[in-house]
């Protein structure tokens, strides 16, 4: 089974101040994504990485930056913490191999980040 | 541009009812389509995948038909359990490796 962690598993941020939230795979994929989860809005892309040290921007990247120092780590970053990005927070990694249908996304346990 | 719809928000029922999630999209690439169920304070993960068109798929009794000429891939199940509430996303895959997922419908089971 593969394997995605997530830390922390949640946080209170003030605004303005810097959220970095992180996650780690084991399972060797050289995908790694980062969404965020708002009710009413499903799951969306922020950020996704296919090999350390590039990362790519997804569909609302405004406000966050990403980081993949090495293929088992992806940390997402916000600068500047708003109260618009309380959200539940995903990371998931994909192999990246066999064509589409077998790019399963795992996903970790989620960070629940609160800004006040 | 790409997108995925899903049209309930919320579907309640009871228990041994039959269920269809509805589940449309729009893309201009060849469409791969996904089901992902994530139950309550769980992370999703995958149910059902399909790219054939015609092709009933299934997986722990769900099942669903990519029809590409309806650009649709409905879930079903013939008799719901209480174990199915939960919250169901369709996505589809326009680019190699990247998701675009459905607003999502929360399926709850009543006994």
């Known amino acids: 089974e593969a394997a995605v962690t997530q830390s922390p598993r949640s946080k209170v941020a003030v605004t303005g101040g810097k959220v970095t939230l992180s996650c780690h795979q084991t399972n060797n994929h050289d995908y790694m994504y980062w969404y965020r989860q708002d009710t009413g809005h499903g799951l969306r892309l922020i950020h996704y990485?296919?090999?350390?040290?590039?990362?790519e921007k997804g569909d609302i990247p405004d406000g966050y930056k990403a980081s993949r120092p090495s293929q088992e780590n992806f940390s997402l970053i916000l600068e500047l913490a708003s109260l618009s990005q309380t959200a539940v927070y995903f990371c998931a990694s994909s192999s990246g191999t066999g064509g589409p249908l077998y790019a399963e996304q795992f996903f970790g346990p989620g960070t629940r980040l609160t800004v006040l | 541009g790409d997108s995925v719809t899903q049209t309930e928000g919320l579907v309640t029922l009871t228990k041994g009812l039959p269920v269809m999630l509805n589940c449309t999209y729009q893309?201009?690439?060849?469409?791969?389509l996904f089901w992902y169920v994530q139950h309550l304070n769980e992370a999703p993960k995958l149910l059902l995948k399909?790219?054939?068109?015609?092709k009933r798929t299934e997986h722990q009794g769900f099942y669903a038909t990519l029809h590409k000429s309806s650009s649709s891939f409905h879930l079903q199940k013939s008799s719901v359990q209480l174990s199915d509430s939960a919250l169901y996303f369709c996505?589809?895959?326009?680019?190699?490796?990247?998701?675009?997922f459905g607003s999502g419908t929360k399926l709850t089971v009543e006994p």
């Open positions: 893309t201009t690439y060849s469409p791969f």
């Open positions: 990485s296919y090999v350390a040290d590039s990362t």
């Open positions: 996505a589809s895959m326009p680019n190699y490796n990247v998701l675009y």
């Open positions: 399909s790219s054939t068109d015609n």
